[in-house]
């Protein structure tokens, strides 16, 4: 009976090398998957029990981990959550690193990113418990501040940048949310709270500012429109334009008024500066069907239009839509039909405009530090594109100031600063209603910030809001914080 | 985590030394590696060292030591391996036990470790009585058909009314008062000794009557009874206790032995196709097969359990080397210091560990197998080969569930899953080895005579 006990321990062999196999193949070949794969808890707790790096502004935390005596060991902490809650989004150990920068950065803030290998070598053989790079932001408190006081309990979003640097002064979405509610410890509040703010319908998650459903621009867009214009050399800012009472849409009946049914000009042949300056819609209309659909596609693209963007967080890419008829091409030219864009998008015209028509690439980020505070990153101002010549820009500003000066927004004006600005209010839908904008930068001919600011309409329909009465005082507001006298 | 040195004296000395130094030895190396292990443990997760701890490693020291007199009482030439082998594992055990007995506020299991401790105690006492009362295993042929019943009773025990317990949908437990028990286990002690006995004396029947066909040798008709009861045992217990596990076990270890008595391949032939065509019948007959065979093939489908996905994380985060004792989070996964005690090894210790603990089970087999080829008499040779292959087997359909050889069935893991009846049973298997081990490497100057016995052997021999 030997031979079958031997065989039977080839068999035995078999089985056991079957497991070491089977072993190996988890354990070496699919550990890293496998521990990436969502919902890991493990990874979860590893990555919340260390010491996530702090977030900055201006030195003072606004997201810090504070140690605990429980199991999870740190505590995520959010200084100014009413400020800053899009900013930092929440790290929580349920839902693990979401929105904002804890999302954006988590490979940074966890201390698992590439470029802390060394620290992580160094923590390794001393001994010393692992953790996270720290991030300094670009952001101006004070026109962060100044941002969220002036939006105040209203829906809405508004962004300033350096328009030199591409430095993110203010990142603002109203409404918001409170980070250590979703960050806490108490792991069952905390799920009624992701619940409750997930079933929201004023969705206080969304970043208006740079993601969420884009904005129709409404008039703002007029800027490209006329930046277009210019680019083309067939128009000079005193160029007379066909603009009438009203404009009808080529190939229909519909006719399309201007706003409050005012004329542009006595002879209904405003110039191109008039036009921006009262916000023309029949000009606007007509000049957008002479331009054509290509011109203008060409030049909101110029201004970073339908390109990815990440500031860390990924800014959804505006659009300017295609396959226009002459109808929908006329609505385009003010704003309206399927334009839509984010309020980091039109902060980035105003800033291409302010900064001689060079677009610099928006960053949130200043510095990267080690626990050690060593610098290991530091941000380089880049430029994105160069989206109009500075002639053009000198032009633009020049018919913006007028706006600010004598025109529709007047209410961003400021004592002793000269503004350049333009107001918009975007129809959306069927009923009338209207989200009032406006963009921006000061000074003038010295421009230190540049801003977006969309105020949602407060209703469902016509609540005779406009851009200049309702977003140009945000807009002030933010402009006077960010210029420095 | 090298545990076992080879010794070199096994067989060319054999006559000379009978391997109880080395035992020793080893096992001072073993209950070293556990007090390393528990002390490892106690000051990672806590960061202190209880008073009581002293007294544990004492205890079980003293265990070890109690079972290695009595070999050198009553063993003298047993194997000198199969004792540190199994030492060493339990007391793995218990340290794992123990360390998810520790995580503060989980599952509410405090106390298992004690527990096991007792169980072990309990179980190594039972192997010590075992060495003591069965003075020759080839006494246990007497009762071939007592085994028998005690295994039909054993497996059918918790069927019975008011004892039986159904624990995560499987009929396996009977509990009395505070006390639960799986009679199964020990089923399989009794069931191996039925075989060896029944086969010992049908072999030749079994492996010399017959037709052959395509290069087969195919058994009479009536021949095939004894294949059929044990498969209908298996299915069985499969229908009536939903156990994929034991069902499995029991089969495979009346095929092996059932090859290894008739030495004849057929047998393995039907019984491969008598297991297959009861496992697609299970599959279309039960759902929680159904769902088993789902999870097999994919551990993350949704809407099923996520026992084999949480246990397949704990692997993958242990990685090569493993967190560290006392360092992972094994408690996440359910049943981690039972059916999944492995994945939390695996986590702790890496797939390192686990393979050293592959080879502590490899070993132990071996030397179980080595025992069967060394016996000079038919039923402790068809006997160890039915244990040390009973030990392969669960290991493998466990281990292999967790790491996705096999669909997942619920299974203890010899000596190191917390549960008593497990432990009583596989030290029981070690003392039967132990003994079987001694017959066989016992010079023939000091060959034990018993007439009555040697009188049955001499009758069968001629047939």
Redesign the interface.
């Known amino acids: 009976m030997n031979t079958p006990v031997r065989r039977l321990a080839l068999v035995v062999f078999a089985m056991f090398t079957a497991l070491l196999l089977s072993t190996t193949w988890i354990q070496f070949v699919q550990a890293d998957d496998l521990r990436d794969r969502a919902g890991n808890r493990r990874t979860l707790i590893e990555n919340y029990s260390r010491d996530r790096g702090a977030i900055l502004v201006d030195g003072n935390p606004i997201a810090s981990s504070e140690p605990t005596d429980d199991e999870l060991e740190w505590l995520r902490r959010y200084q100014q959550p009413s400020r800053y809650a899009h900013v930092t989004g929440y790290y929580s150990f349920t839902y693990g690193a979401g929105l904002g920068l804890e999302r954006a950065e988590d490979s940074l803030l966890a201390g698992t990113d590439d470029s802390l290998f060394y620290q992580r070598l160094s923590d390794v053989v001393t001994g010393r418990p692992a953790s996270g790079a720290s991030l300094e932001l670009t952001i101006d408190p004070d026109v962060q501040a100044a941002a969220v006081e002036a939006l105040g309990d209203r829906r809405g979003a508004a962004v300033a940048l350096d328009p030199r640097t591409g430095e993110i002064l203010a990142m603002v979405s109203r409404p918001s949310f409170d980070p250590n509610a979703l960050s806490s410890h108490r792991l069952s509040a905390v799920d009624e709270a992701y619940v409750a703010l997930t079933e929201d319908p004023a969705r206080p998650l969304t970043n208006r500012a740079i993601a969420g459903d884009l904005y129709p621009p409404g008039s703002t867009f007029k800027l490209v429109v006329a930046a277009a214009a210019l680019e083309s050399g067939e128009y000079e800012p005193d160029t007379e334009l066909e603009g009438g009472l009203t404009y009808t849409l080529p190939g229909t009946e519909t006719t399309l008024p201007n706003f409050g049914g005012a004329a542009c000009d006595p002879e209904d042949r405003p110039t191109l500066a008039e036009s921006v300056q009262v916000s023309c819609n029949t000009s606007f209309a007509w000049l957008a069907g002479e331009l054509g659909e290509d011109a203008l596609r060409q030049q909101s693209e110029a201004f970073g239009f339908g390109e990815p963007l990440e500031v860390p967080m990924s800014v959804t890419p505006s659009i300017y839509p295609d396959e226009l008829d002459d109808a929908q091409l006329a609505l385009t030219g003010i704003g309206q039909f399927e334009v839509r864009e984010t309020p980091m998008q039109v902060a980035m015209i105003s800033a291409a405009i302010a900064n001689g028509g060079v677009t610099m690439t928006p960053y949130l980020v200043e510095e990267v530090r080690n626990s050690d505070l060593e610098v290991i990153e530091s941000a380089e101002p880049r430029t994105r594109s160069r989206a109009v010549s500075s002639q053009t820009a000198q032009q633009l500003t020049d018919m913006m100031e007028l706006v600010v000066e004598q025109g529709s927004g007047q209410s961003a004006a400021l004592p002793g600063v000269e503004v350049a600005g333009k107001t918009g209010t975007a129809e959306y839908g069927d009923s009338g209603a209207a989200h009032a904008w406006f963009t921006g930068f000061a000074p003038a001919e010295d421009p230190q910030i540049a801003v977006a600011v969309i105020v949602e309409s407060a209703t469902d329909n016509w609540a005779g809001e406009t851009g200049g009465q309702v977003a140009a005082p945000v807009a002030r507001a933010m402009l006077d914080a960010g210029v420095e006298r | 985590m090298s545990t076992t040195t080879p010794t070199p004296s096994t067989v060319t000395s054999l006559a000379v030394r009978s391997g109880r130094t080395i035992e020793m030895l080893l096992l001072v190396l073993a209950v070293g590696i556990v007090t390393l292990a528990y002390v490892a443990v106690n000051l990672t997760v806590t960061g202190e060292l209880p008073a009581d701890v002293w007294w544990h490693v004492g205890i079980y020291s003293a265990l070890a030591a109690g079972l290695h007199v009595v070999l050198r009482l009553r063993a003298r030439y047993a194997d000198p391996l199969l004792l540190p082998l199994a030492t060493l594992l339990n007391g793995l055990g218990l340290v794992m036990i123990h360390r998810i007995d520790l995580v503060?506020?989980q599952l509410g299991t405090s106390g298992v470790a004690s527990r096991q401790l007792l169980w072990t105690g309990l179980a190594m006492a039972m192997a010590a009585a075992v060495l003591v009362l069965l003075r020759d295993h080839r006494v246990l042929r007497r009762y071939t058909y007592i085994a028998m019943a005690l295994g039909f009773v054993l497996l059918l025990l918790p069927m019975l009314p008011f004892i039986g317990e159904t624990v995560n949908g499987s009929r396996l437990w009977i509990r009395i008062g505070p006390f639960s028990f799986q009679p199964g286990e020990l089923a399989k002690i009794a069931v191996a000794v039925f075989f060896a006995g029944y086969l010992v004396s049908t072999r030749d029947a079994l492996s010399l009557v017959g037709r052959r066909v395509l290069g087969l040798q195919l058994p009479r008709a009536r021949d095939l009874g004894p294949i059929l009861v044990a498969w209908s045992l298996s299915v069985l217990i499969l229908v009536l206790q939903r156990d994929l596990g034991s069902s499995l076990l029991f089969f495979g270890l009346f095929v092996?032995m059932l090859?290894?008595?008739t030495?004849r391949t057929s047998w393995i032939v039907i019984g491969l196709a008598l297991f297959a065509s009861g496992a697609v019948l299970a599959w279309r007959l039960f759902s929680h097969v159904q769902s088993r065979v789902t999870l097999w093939l994919d551990p993350?489908a949704p809407d099923q359990s996520d026992q084999v996905a949480?246990g397949?994380?704990?692997?993958?985060?242990?990685?090569?080397f493993g967190a560290g004792l006392g360092n992972?989070?094994p408690y996440?996964t359910y049943y981690a210091n039972s059916d999944y005690i492995v994945a939390s090894f695996?986590e702790e210790l890496?797939?390192v560990g686990?393979?050293a603990l592959?080879m502590l089970?490899?070993l132990l087999?071996?030397r179980g197998?080595r025992t069967?080829?060394g016996s000079r008499d038919?039923f402790g040779?068809?006997l160890a080969?039915g244990l040390s292959?009973t030990v392969?087997?669960q290991?493998?359909v466990i281990?292999?569930g967790i790491?996705?050889?096999i669909p997942l069935t619920g299974l203890t893991t010899p000596f190191l899953s917390a549960g008593g009846s497990s432990l009583l049973a596989n030290w029981i298997i070690v003392a039967l080895l132990l003994r079987i081990s001694d017959a066989a490497r016992r010079p023939i100057s000091e060959r034990r005579q018993d007439p009555s016995i040697d009188a049955a052997e001499r009758a069968e021999a001629p047939r």
């Open positions: 503060p506020g092996a090859y290894v008595a030495e993350f949480k397949l994380m704990g692997l993958a985060h242990g990685g090569i992972g989070y996440i695996g890496g797939m686990l393979f592959l089970y490899a087999v071996e197998l069967a080829i038919g040779k068809l080969v292959f392969a087997l290991v493998f281990v292999g790491t996705r050889v």
